[in-house]
């Protein structure tokens, strides 16, 4: 079991969160103006790589605050966490994607 | 009466305190202190089993978890299968048998309790032998809060088997002082019986603490008898040992084979001798010492079996000395016995070189007679909980075994465990790696003296050996055996590398090696040496097979621990709960609560209690607990658009004091809750939800919130288990409401459908109700909103105002039977998440005017627009009395063709009504609305029932009596 | 002093030995028409029923580390078709028939034993979803039982039906024909057959990129080298996504660990295969007497091959419920798979916007029971350049239209 550093509340055992998917994928400004095909995108498609990867978190049985980490889904290794609307730590990371 | 083979004195079992037990139906005695194994070696017991395959006799190889054989079944006190004799502490009145291999699960419930416990360290130490005590010692001197586990019921590890001398007193002085010392520090716990079986993410590793097993009878009921800790360290020091190979020749399996260094933990730690005449086969130093220790104690030793072309100087003089033959260049090439080795074959080796490659038999095979035969095959660092740390292993050539390579940064290995076995240096190691990890959590270790120890660096290295060299016997099985408790031989490993098999998991599937109780704590090294051999390829370039958790077996019932019975999930009931019980109600279990299905009168079943609770709904009044529906309350200057964003109809015109139902779509456009909106004030709402998807709806509010639309400003709050709320329905409802609220307006103009008001019940002082006047049925019906805590009068006193009505209380059942007449879906029975509103007839619901919501994109999808869509209709049976199944599919054929046969779509609901007096169904079926007045078929049994698709709202279609 | 236990060996000591010869170790060679990329289950009936099928042999199947040694060798071997929705109970009912005579086809002893599977239903939801299972099972000619609680207890005398557990037992669907098979027999059995006829099992071969010119496969590479292709199939589960985006192929799917875990052997007490949705345990006792029990899956995305421990402590609780007798069982090995998983618990199998790649994935929690009908339905798509018809509902365009195959309630773990 993990120890996930909620950034409102600290370290926390991984039971207490939830998982919420791939961070950083907004809500469409304009469904309506999306063909279908883009629409899909958004609603179905996520990035599934293997090596450093952000997500978001909601530590659900704590503060119940979303936020996001960055974390390595080969080692499980949380890189980094961080609150919602700030900017994905070490944007070079993403180069390391291995897919 | 003393046993035969217990020495009479040495040891560390408590002579005072005998235990009878019973095994294999002979009834002998021990002692407290003993294993079941030590016990029986005790009284001569060699044999305690037969193979799973072959069915040959099996006993006792080793003295601890990484026994292969010795496996047991335990009767009394409570039968459990397949353990092993080591590992069990013996206690007065044990009964239990020898196992081929294969246990036998209690037929009846277990009675014991079992639970978990959290513990954070600084520094958590795996064992108690001299490298672990170091190490704890040095960390607790730090001011580290330390953890210390150890699987045995005393501290010592290695020692055990051995009669050190440690700052020039015996072992036990240092080891007993070094643990009161621990234990009389604070931050410090000392668990013993207690195993670290697995390592996870973070420095968390999970312990099992055999807490009352080995009080037998004497166990107390209130303890739990297993714990699980759950300890998340800083760091961890592995201090876990090594175990001892066996080396693999014919017949290597007879009971009275023995590991030799297992020989000397029943010798100095039970005071037991294995036997009355032993060879040894030596491929190490260490095998001298259990030679001459057995010797000492006044066994006889016939000779030990050296596989080095020369024998260590010393050793073999000392072993002269005490008359052992030792015959280096020598090994075992096979055995004699039945249920007990009674002769080994012993040939000279061929090749002087020293290496297993060139290590042959020459020469004819000497016959030694022994009822013991103890082999010393070298030792395995133990590094499974290293592995599964996320270390690396390493081959090390000269030990012929894995060990620690590159270790994470919060893991340090101490003492044998990294191949070292000389007690100095596990002692520094120890030591080391305590003020390793003290440094690491910022505690400052002080200076911790070595205990001195007497040197004994080995004289000469061991030898790699496997296997004896020699081909398997023509014309009978091998008996080479690799793996004991699978009964697989080398023949088997050589199958599998002639078959085609390179990979090391390859072979232990085909063979099944290693997968055994002991999961290959003896065999898996061997293994791959025997497959490196075949293949012709370095083991070093070989993969070893991972260590899966857990490192020893865990009961089930430790792990589920005390989330059984009624801690399994909590059962959430209102606060009238106590009213239905004593009133017979029957329950539906929704999500994690409790609802009310029918209130059945003596006598009454369910078909007829639900008829009766439906016409007093429909004729009467009634009453139901609609407690558990979810509430939450949404505020903010943005709850309106926010709400907007989430149901699909406009929720953000709506006036203070009215009530909306409201749709909620998932963003695929699928409906996924539904319930109603009220407006409280300008930035204030509540809204209710289903009674299975409160806590879904409350996190997809927060999700949104938070992770898409943070400048909104909004807060939503659960508040279900603030209110008791209770539907009054039925055309006398305003008549009771009236009586209980008197400073109310009940009038239909001035408490219109679809509004609100806040009241003063005439029930208490200070008795408030929110009185909504929503109805789910069609019956002019007001549910009334109280706080929980005035939940119970407020019941009792509608029910007492409703007396002269009739009022009834009614359940779900009920419910859904109203609502069903009336055509209003349930979600998550006429939905499954493949149903948009449309689907539902529900497009009323869906605002053409928002330029945005939740799912709105999704309905322009091609599948969304097929005309051939599932949408929600009624059925009716052409025979008024046939109810058909919920769940029955629906057919456009009255002859049913041979399968796959098309379906329509299929009864979501399905009921005896009493308004209509007949039965009905809803069914979703495709372009169901096209096909009202149609006649379908829904396949029931081996028939076929012919029924008429209707609309879906077949009571008071007008909506006259909404109103009363 | 005689045992008073039975000396006769016990029933499933004596499994049927493997053949003395499975397979090769070739060198891969510079060119093949077909290079099937995964050796899992999947991959090895591909190549299997695309020799035996298709007549095309010249074929490599490549496999990143030893063969079947993924989720094929970590599965908990349930079998059975009883789905829902008619697109899944045609492809996995058209694979149990396979099954069915599997072992004849391949020459080699899987062990496939149809003992039953139960669902079972917790909730009066539960049973009208299991009901309308039950009923378009039989439409569609999949054997399927609707079982009350007594039935339940008939079948499977252990689970606990009493009515005052937390979540009493309402009763179950049962698929008599479903059962259990030994994963790593059938996938040795298909790679010893694939062998035969030609086909070169290629392990410790990682692809690490693929070729295309113009809007065509053309080759892989891999660490053994590259390797040209006429065509491209992709059979790597947990890392389809990374495969797919090797082409810039962007996949519906997320991965994830699937733990499962065994026992010691124990005396046969278990006679069939019993699933429960909601409180997420599957369980069944192999030949030589092992429980074999499967959890739900691990909330976050991984491909560490490894869960999370509460997870287990969860299941353990649960399977206690509806097994009291298992309480002294002992947790002999715990383990984990990394499953793909699709929104909508469906596969996807067919073709890709790529020419001559062609994509077999999504399978989740369910890929094991479909071996052999995916195997034939994705050789004769290769073969044909056109999707088989039982797996033509499995489109990737599915996610764009909308006609989704929804089967969270079928799949045994709620995804």
Same mark, same amino acid.
């Given at each position: 079991m993990q120890l996930i550093?909620?950034?409102?509340?600290g370290p926390r055992e991984e039971a207490e969160f939830h998982y919420g998917g791939q961070?950083?994928?907004?809500?469409?400004?304009?469904?309506?103006?999306?063909?279908d095909q883009e629409w899909a995108r958004f609603v179905f498609f996520r990035d599934n790589p293997c090596g450093p990867f952000a997500e978001r978190w909601s530590h659900s049985a704590g503060c119940r605050r979303w936020f996001n980490a960055v974390r390595d889904?080969?080692?499980?290794?949380?890189?980094s966490v961080y609150r919602v609307g700030e900017p994905r730590p070490d944007a070079s990371e993403r180069d390391e994607v291995v897919s | 009466m003393s046993a035969a083979f217990r020495l009479p004195t040495g040891g560390h079992?408590?002579?005072g305190t005998e235990l009878r037990f019973t095994f294999n139906g002979r009834s002998m005695t021990g002692y407290r202190g003993d294993t079941l194994a030590s016990a029986l070696l005790a009284n001569g017991?060699?044999?305690i089993g037969t193979s799973v395959k072959f069915g040959r006799p099996r006993g006792i190889v080793?003295?601890?978890?990484?026994?292969?054989?010795?496996l047991v079944q335990i009767e009394q006190p409570f039968p459990e299968p397949m353990l092993t004799a080591t590992t069990v502490e013996l206690y007065d009145g044990l009964v239990a048998h020898g196992l081929p291999g294969r246990g036998r699960l209690a037929d009846e419930p277990d009675p014991a309790r079992y639970d978990a416990k959290h513990a954070h360290c600084d520094v958590l130490v795996v064992g108690t032998g001299p490298a672990g005590l170091m190490a704890a010692l040095t960390a607790a001197r730090g001011g580290a809060r330390v953890v210390v586990v150890d699987e045995?019921?005393? #501290?010592?590890g290695a020692l055990l088997g051995t009669r050190e001398y440690l700052d020039e007193r015996p072992w036990t002085e240092w080891v007993d002082d070094t643990v009161a010392e621990l234990r009389g520090t604070p931050g410090v716990l000392l668990l013993e019986r207690?195993?670290?079986?697995g390592v996870y993410q973070d420095g968390f590793v999970l312990a099992l603490q055999r807490? *009352?097993?080995?009080?037998?009878? $004497? +166990?107390? +009921?209130? +303890?739990?008898?297993q714990r699980v800790w759950r300890i998340r360290a800083a760091q961890t020091v592995l201090a876990t040992g090594a175990h001892e190979r066996p080396v693999v020749f014919?017949?290597?399996?007879?009971?009275?084979?023995?590991?030799a260094g297992s020989a000397r933990t029943y010798l100095?730690?039970?005071?037991?001798?294995?036997? *009355?005449r032993a060879v040894v086969f030596a491929t190490?130093?260490?095998a001298y010492a259990a030679a001459l220790d057995l010797a000492n104690a006044g066994m006889e030793v016939a000779a030990v079996v050296d596989a080095?072309?020369?024998?260590?100087r010393l050793l073999r003089a000392r072993c002269c000395a005490h008359g052992i033959d030792v015959r280096a260049g020598?090994?075992?090439t096979g055995t004699e016995g039945g249920d007990r080795v009674s002769a080994v074959h012993v040939a000279p080796a061929a090749?002087?070189?020293?290496s297993a490659d060139a290590i042959g038999t020459a020469g004819a095979a000497d016959t030694i007679d022994c009822d013991t035969l103890l082999v010393g095959g070298g030792w395995n660092p133990v590094v499974h909980l290293f592995s599964q740390a996320g270390g690396t292993l390493r081959y090390d050539s000269r030990l012929g075994a894995h060990v620690p390579g590159q270790a994470p940064a919060t893991v340090r290995v101490a003492g044998s465990?990294?191949?070292?076995?000389?007690l100095s240096a596990c002692l520094r190691q120890g030591w080391e790696a305590g003020c390793e990890a003290a440094l690491a959590t910022g505690s400052r270790p002080d200076e911790v003296a070595l205990p001195a120890s007497e040197?004994?660096?080995?004289?000469q290295p061991g030898l790699v050996l496997w296997r004896v060299p020699g081909e398997a016997p023509r014309d009978a099985p091998?008996?080479?055996?690799?793996?004991l408790q699978r009964d697989a031989t080398v023949s088997d490993v050589l199958r599998a590398t002639g078959a085609g098999l390179s990979s090391l998991e390859h072979v232990k599937r085909y063979?099944?090696?290693?997968?055994?109780h002991d999961q290959g704590k003896t065999s898996g090294t061997i293994t791959a040496g025997i497959v490196a051999e075949a293949l012709g390829v370095?083991? /070093?370039d070989q993969r070893p097979t991972t260590f899966r958790p857990p490192y020893t077996p865990v009961p089930f019932a430790a792990l589920a621990g005390r989330d059984?019975?009624?801690?399994h999930d909590p059962a959430r009931v209102t606060a009238v709960h106590a009213w239905h019980v004593a009133r017979g109600a029957l329950f539906e279990d929704v999500g994690q609560w409790k609802r009310p299905w029918y209130f059945p009168l003596p006598g009454e079943d369910m078909d007829t209690a639900v008829l009766r609770e439906c016409r007093a709904a429909r004729e009467g009044v009634a009453l139901m607990d609609g407690s558990t529906l979810g509430k939450i309350d949404v505020q903010g200057r943005d709850a309106g658009r926010f709400l907007d964003m989430l149901? *699909?109809?406009?929720? /953000?015109?709506?006036?203070?004091?009215r009530i909306r139902y409201g749709l909620m779509c998932g963003v695929d456009g699928m409906v996924i809750d539904d319930g109603t909106v009220i407006r409280l004030a300008e930035d204030r709402f509540l809204v209710t939800t289903t009674t299975g998807n409160a806590a879904m709806v409350l996190d997809w509010m927060e999700e949104w919130l938070q992770t898409?639309?943070?400048?909104?400003?909004v807060y939503a709050a659960s508040v279900t288990e603030h209110w008791a709320t209770f539907?009054?329905?039925?055309?006398?409802s305003r008549d009771v409401l009236a009586a209980l609220a008197?400073?109310?307006?009940?009038g239909n103009d001035a408490f219109e459908f679809m509004a609100w008001r806040d009241t003063v019940l005439d029930?208490?002082?200070?008795?408030?109700a929110r009185v909504c006047r929503i109805s789910f049925s069609g019956e002019l019906a007001y549910e009334i909103n109280v706080t929980a805590w005035h939940g119970p009068a407020v019941w009792e006193a509608l029910m007492a105002a409703g007396e002269a009505y009739g009022i009834t209380p009614y359940g779900t059942e009920t419910m859904h039977v109203l609502r069903a007449e009336k055509g209003y879906p349930i979600i998550g029975q006429e939905t $499954?998440?493949?149903?948009?509103p449309q689907d539902l007839g529900?497009?009323? #619901?869906?605002?053409?005017?928002?330029?945005?919501?939740?799912?709105k994109r999704s309905f322009d999808r091609a599948e969304n627009n097929r005309p051939d869509r599932k949408q929600l209709v009624g059925l009716l049976p052409l025979d008024r009395d046939v109810r058909l199944p919920e769940g029955a599919q629906v057919v456009d054929t009255d002859d049913l063709p041979e399968p796959p046969v098309r379906m329509l779509g299929h009864v979501t609901s399905s009921y005896r009504s009493a308004a209509l007096d007949r039965t009905f169904a809803l069914a979703v079926v495709r372009s169901g609305r096209e096909r009202v007045g149609e006649i379908l078929h829904v396949p029931v049994g081996d028939g076929l029932v012919p029924v008429t698709v209707t609309e879906?709202?077949?009571?008071d279609k007008e909506g006259a009596r909404r109103d009363g | 002093m005689t045992d008073p236990v039975s000396p006769a060996p016990p029933?499933?000591?004596?499994l049927p030995d493997h053949p003395g010869f499975l397979w090769e170790d070739p060198e891969p060679r510079p060119a093949y028409d077909v290079v099937v990329v995964g050796g899992g289950g999947h991959g090895l009936a591909t190549a299997y029923y695309l020799a035996k099928?298709? %007549?095309?042999?010249?074929v490599a199947v490549l496999e990143?580390?030893?063969?079947?040694? %993924?989720n094929m060798a970590r599965n908990t071997t349930i079998i059975r078709?009883?789905?829902?929705w008619d697109e899944s109970s045609g492809i996995y009912e058209h694979s149990l028939k396979l099954w069915e005579g599997l072992e004849e086809d391949l020459?080699?002893?899987?062990?496939?034993?149809? =003992?039953g599977v139960l669902n079972l239903a917790h909730s009066l939801q539960d049973v009208r979803d299991s009901v309308r299972r039950v009923n378009a099972n039989r439409l569609n000619g999949v054997d399927a039982e609707w079982l009350d609680p007594r039935g339940v207890k008939e079948v499977c005398?252990? &689970?606990?039906?009493?009515?005052?557990? =937390?979540?009493?037992?309402?009763g179950a669907t049962y698929q008599p024909r479903a059962g259990i098979a030994k994963h790593d027999y059938v996938a040795w059995g298909y790679a010893r057959a694939a062998h035969a006829m030609g086909v070169d099992l290629i392990q410790n071969c990682e692809v690490t990129g693929i070729e295309t010119v113009g809007d065509r496969v053309t080759a892989v590479r891999t660490t053994r080298g590259r390797i040209a292709a006429g065509r491209v199939a992709l059979?790597?589960? %947990?890392h389809s996504s990374v495969l797919a985006e090797m082409v810039g192929l962007r996949l519906p799917l997320t991965s994830h660990p699937l733990q499962a875990l065994v026992s010691e052997l124990l005396e046969p007490v278990h006679p069939t295969v019993v699933m429960s949705n909601a409180v997420h345990v599957y369980v069944s006792q192999a030949h030589k007497g092992e429980l074999v029990m499967g959890a739900g899956i691990d909330s976050y995305n991984g491909y560490g091959q490894r869960g999370s421990f509460h997870i287990i402590e969860r299941q353990m609780s649960a399977a206690l419920e509806l097994?009291?007798?298992?309480? =002294?069982?002992?947790?002999?090995r715990t383990w984990a798979g990394i499953v793909d998983v699709s929104p909508d618990a469906s596969p996807i199998v067919g073709l890709t916007p790529v020419e001559g790649l062609y994509l077999n994935c999504?399978? %989740? @929690?369910?890929g094991f029971k479909a071996t052999p009908g995916v195997g034939d339905c994705f050789a004769h798509t290769i073969a044909h350049d056109k999707p088989h018809r039982f797996n033509e509902?499995? @489109?990737?365009e599915r996610f764009t239209t909308g006609?989704? &195959?929804?089967e969270h309630g079928a799949a045994a773990v709620a995804h």
């Open positions: 550093p909620c950034p409102w509340c961070a950083h994928v907004a809500y469409p400004e304009d469904p309506g103006a999306l063909t889904t080969r080692t499980y290794e949380l890189l | 079992v408590d002579r017991e060699h044999r080793a003295a601890g978890s990484e026994d292969p054989t010795s045995q019921s005393r #501290a010592g207690t195993t670290a079986f807490r *009352t097993d080995h009080l037998g009878f $004497d +166990a107390p +009921a209130h +303890a739990a008898r014919a017949d290597n399996d007879r009971p009275g084979i023995m590991l100095h730690r039970y005071g037991v001798l294995p036997g *009355t190490d130093d260490s080095r072309p020369t024998a260590p020598h090994v075992v090749g002087s070189d020293g465990a990294t191949g070292a076995h000389d040197p004994r660096a080995g004289e091998d008996t080479r055996f690799v793996d063979t099944t090696i290693g997968t055994a370095e083991l /070093s059984r019975g009624e801690l149901y *699909t109809n406009k929720m /953000s015109g709506l006036r203070v004091g898409e639309w943070p400048h909104l400003d539907p009054l329905v039925g055309p006398r008197p400073g109310l307006d009940v029930v208490g002082p200070g008795v408030t $499954d998440a493949t149903v948009t529900m497009a009323w #619901a869906v605002s053409k005017k928002k330029a945005d919501f939740l799912g879906s709202v077949l009571y | 029933p499933g000591a004596h099928v298709h %007549g095309i042999t010249n990143k580390g030893w063969l079947a040694g %993924g078709s009883n789905y829902l020459g080699y002893p899987i062990l496939f034993d149809q =003992r005398p252990i &689970v606990n039906t009493a009515p005052d557990v =937390r979540y009493p037992v309402l059979c790597a589960a %947990g097994f009291p007798i298992f309480a =002294r069982a002992h947790l002999l999504g399978w %989740g @929690t369910g509902p499995f @489109t990737l006609a989704l &195959v929804d």
